[in-house]
């Protein structure tokens, strides 16, 4: 099946600091998600992008769906940015779709 | 509109019992899956229902299955339940379509811990 690889693993920031979060796939993709899990643990959706680039915010994210990446970029951070970020492909299989996770990148932002 | 809604929040059960866990979809999603989350493992697909019909299945084993309801609304049950079997389970709901209908958006799931 696709394989989904985040990186970093973890992060850790300053408030205000700009970081960049990437994800990379093994093979052609319907469509990809960004979510923020909280610590409560729902997935919160932050971007549908199967390809090119959307801006919500401080937060952006672009997808180049022919070299099989996306990048979350996240500016002027703030302590409540903390949390794992996950990026999933959606794939048709059978005759439905199904979400491949990455295995996310756990951010932490410092005051 | 309301979101994905997962009912209970917390479970705790003893090795061997069964547990029915439910979810109910946006209005107007078709499309349920539901996903195991794992330190271990990390998120994975278990299956998914459109129209009441199961369309996908992950790997897993026979004790874990669900059911869709003419209104959307999905159960899913494990049987015969193991330690390993503790875990955040995540519902997603999406109209099930192509393009933009397989924008899946997630319940707050369900922590469920067998001791």
């Known amino acids: 099946g696709i394989q989904v690889e985040q990186s970093p693993p973890d992060l850790i920031l300053q408030e205000g600091a700009n970081s960049t979060l990437r994800c990379n796939f093994s093979d052609s993709v319907n469509n990809l998600q960004w979510f923020h899990q909280n610590p409560w643990g729902q997935l919160i959706n932050l971007f549908y992008i199967p390809s090119g680039t959307k801006q919500n915010g401080r937060l952006s994210a672009t997808t180049v769906a022919t070299e099989r990446y996306s990048l979350l970029y996240i500016s002027s951070s703030q302590t409540t940015d903390s949390g794992v970020y996950f990026c999933a492909v959606v794939t048709r299989e059978a005759a439905g779709n199904k979400l491949t996770f990455g295995g996310g990148t756990r951010v932490l932002v410092k005051p | 509109k309301a979101g994905v809604t997962q009912t209970p929040r917390y479970l705790i059960k003893t090795r061997g019992q069964q547990v029915t866990l439910s979810c109910s979809p946006i209005?107007?999603?078709?499309?349920v899956s539901w996903y195991q989350q794992t330190p271990g493992q990390g998120l994975q697909f278990l299956f998914e229902?459109?129209?009441?019909?199961?369309?996908n299945k992950g790997n897993f084993p026979g004790r874990f299955s669900g059911r869709q309801f003419s209104n959307s609304r999905s159960e899913m049950n494990v049987s015969t339940l193991e330690l390993g079997d503790s875990a955040l389970y995540l519902c997603a709901s999406s109209k099930g379509q192509g393009g933009t209908g397989t924008e899946a958006f997630f319940g707050q799931g369900t922590r469920l811990t067998v001791v």
């Open positions: 229902y459109f129209s009441e019909t199961q369309r």
């Open positions: 209005s107007g999603h078709r499309s």
